[in-house]
């Protein structure tokens, strides 16, 4: 995991350094129970970050072809991507905590993945627009993962976040999918 987050946090530079959020879908208008809640949240990270495994797991080629490394990056970005969309919709269906500024909780969450992607979808854009014969591809390379990995650590740092509200952080610590999330990262 920690690999994988080495990796992540250096793809997550390159894409901090482009986009903005657009946004933040609402959430379903009836609120559930705090533990309930936080049970769909870290499901939804532990989902996340395990259909991340397989993306990090595959060797890339030993290939001098930039062509080829650049696909396999592209593949790589877009995999990170579609893992991350996926968490939003989790996230989306999690709802709101009943608790005291849940419906901020939950729109901050949402938020901040939805910050993250915007930032992924960009920096990804702007990857796949650099031509190989115009430099070094791996200084790209490089910068690309070092942006990616930035934002996977915001998305990783978001079961933190719930500490702020009492019922949350109770329900966090007790959450077997939140402690098995924590490992995890």
Do not use: Y
């Not at 930035?150 to 610590?173: F, H, I, N, T, W």
Request: a positive charge.
């Amino acid at each position: 995991m920690r690999a994988r987050l080495a990796v992540a946090s250096i793809l997550v530079l390159v894409f901090a350094a482009c986009g903005e959020s657009k946004g933040t879908p609402a959430a379903p208008t009836a609120p559930v129970e705090p533990v309930a809640w936080v049970r769909g949240v870290c499901g939804a990270l532990v989902k996340w970050d395990e259909a991340l495994a397989p993306i990090f797991n595959v060797k890339p080629s030993n290939s001098n072809d930039s062509a080829i490394l650049r696909r396999e990056f592209l593949h790589l970005f877009d995999g990170v991507q579609h893992a991350t969309e996926a968490l939003g919709t989790q996230l989306e269906k999690a709802g709101t905590p009943r608790v005291p500024g849940g419906d901020g909780v939950a729109r901050r969450l949402r938020a901040r993945v939805a910050g993250a992607l915007s930032k992924l979808k960009a920096n990804r854009t702007s990857f796949a627009a650099i031509r190989v014969t115009d430099v070094e591809p791996a200084v790209h390379v490089e910068e690309a993962m070092i942006a990616q990995g930035e934002q996977m650590d915001a998305v990783s740092g978001s079961v933190e976040s719930l500490d702020g509200v009492p019922e949350l952080r109770q329900a966090r610590q007790r959450e077997p999918a939140c402690v098995t999330f924590s490992k995890q990262s």
